[in-house]
Nanobody
Framework: QVQLVESGGGLVQAGGSLSLSCVTS????????MGWYRQAPGKQRELVAV???????NYVDSVKGRCTISRDNAKGIVYLQMNSLKPEDTAVYYC???????????????WGQGTQVTVSS
């Protein structure tokens, strides 16, 4: 089984910064893509940032220039550094990882429980 646990959320004033982390644990063969999603009240969940196992990254337009996703492959951790935060960034942030349980298996999506990020105006 695979478990993902996020941490680092909290309350911050507009213009401030937060660093999120997500630790992947359990038995698996490899971790492929990892990413961060968020869901605000009344809105659908959206992809914030994704990073491949090779380190290639992509971001939703609304956070480009303000957020940086990174990963530690040896530790199975993905990070999201968020700067210049805006009230619109307020949401529950979820960690996602595509994981191969076996070398021959198709990667499957796993999710963390989420961490709340609240940005006050």
């Amino acid at each position: 089984q695979v478990q993902l646990v996020e941490s680092g959320g909290g309350l911050v004033q507009a213009g401030g910064s937060l660093s999120l982390s997500c630790v992947t644990s359990g038995r698996f063969f490899s971790i492929n893509d990892m990413g961060w999603y968020r869901q605000a009240p009344g809105k659908q969940r959206e992809l914030v940032a994704v990073i491949t196992s090779g380190g290639n990254t992509n971001y939703v337009d609304s956070v480009k220039g303000r957020c940086t996703i990174s990963r530690d492959n040896a530790k199975g951790i993905v990070y999201l550094q968020m700067n210049s935060l805006k009230p619109e960034d307020t949401a529950v942030y979820y960690c996602n990882a595509r994981v191969k349980i076996r070398s021959f298996s198709v990667p499957q999506n796993y999710w963390g429980q989420g961490t709340q990020v609240t940005v006050s105006s």
